[in-house]
T-cell receptor, first 113, second 112 residues
Framework: DAGITQSPRYKITETGRQVTLMCHQTWSHSYMFWYRQDLGHGLRLIYYSAAADITDKGEVPDGYVVSRSKTENFPLTLESATRSQTSVYFC????????????FGPGTRLTVT | GIQVEQSPPDLILQEGANSTLRCNFSDSVNNLQWFHQNPWGQLINLFYIPSGTKQNGRLSATTVATERYSLLYISSSQTTDSGVYFCAVPSYSGAGSYQLTFGKGTKLSVIP
């Protein structure tokens, strides 16, 4: 059982380039989430999705785009990467919302030069 | 939004020692999770514990929801316990959904 996977695990890109981070889960969980982790800020929610074709903004959505055409995939796109988007990105999923456990992927370390 | 505070921020233990980590939250919650972020950066689920006590090997957790705190106990610590321990609770994101709000973590270093 693969669980939740992210790719790539490490990425270096240049300012202004488009980057897509992939997230895939094998549990058929309804909810999926994208967080970023930065020193001094902890983990913050970027976007979440309640089901296929349903997405909504989290705490820090600016500069990011998401889509969810299939339940198992939830890609995060940085349309024009900036240095402030250098971070570690975590994808997570849960069966439902509030009262259910969230499970996290291994993370993607993104560096924007 | 809900506030989550963890203490202590840093903790250094000799191998074999016991420790207690605390998580306080500012509002009632239906869910609380403890995570261990290992030195490689992975977030590992330790406990899902909205209330009561759970044990898993050398680790146990207790949540007293009415008093808005949770405790994580680590007994007979090992060097592999090193890392950052986070607690997280749901906060309302709008449109009927919730996000996890994380505390700032307790950084644990276990020395041989």
């Amino acid at each position: 059982d693969a669980g939740i996977t992210q790719s790539p695990r490490y990425k270096i890109t240049e300012t202004g380039r488009q980057v897509t981070l992939m997230c895939h889960q094998t549990w058929s969980h309804s909810y999926m989430f994208w967080y970023r982790q930065d020193l001094g800020h902890g983990l913050r929610l970027i976007y979440y999705s309640a089901a296929a074709d349903i997405t909504d903004k989290g705490e820090v959505p600016d500069g990011y785009v998401v889509s969810r055409s299939k339940t198992e995939n939830f890609p995060l796109t940085l349309e024009s990467a900036t240095r402030s988007q250098t971070s570690v990105y975590f994808c997570a999923s849960s069966v439902l919302t509030e009262a259910y456990e969230q499970y996290f992927g291994p993370g993607t370390r993104l560096t924007v030069t | 939004g809900i506030q989550v505070e963890q203490s202590p921020p840093d903790l250094i233990l000799q191998e074999g020692a016991n420790s207690t980590l605390r998580c306080n939250f500012s509002d009632s919650v239906n869910n609380l999770q403890w995570f261990h972020q290992n030195p490689w950066g992975q977030l590992i689920n330790l406990f899902y514990i909205p209330s009561g006590t759970k044990q898993n090997g050398r680790l146990s957790a207790t949540t007293v929801a009415t008093e808005r705190y949770s405790l994580l106990y680590i007994s007979s610590s090992q060097t592999t316990d090193s890392g950052v321990y986070f607690c997280a609770v749901p906060s309302y994101s709008g449109a009927g959904s919730y996000q996890l709000t994380f505390g700032k973590g307790t950084k644990l270093s276990v020395i041989p």
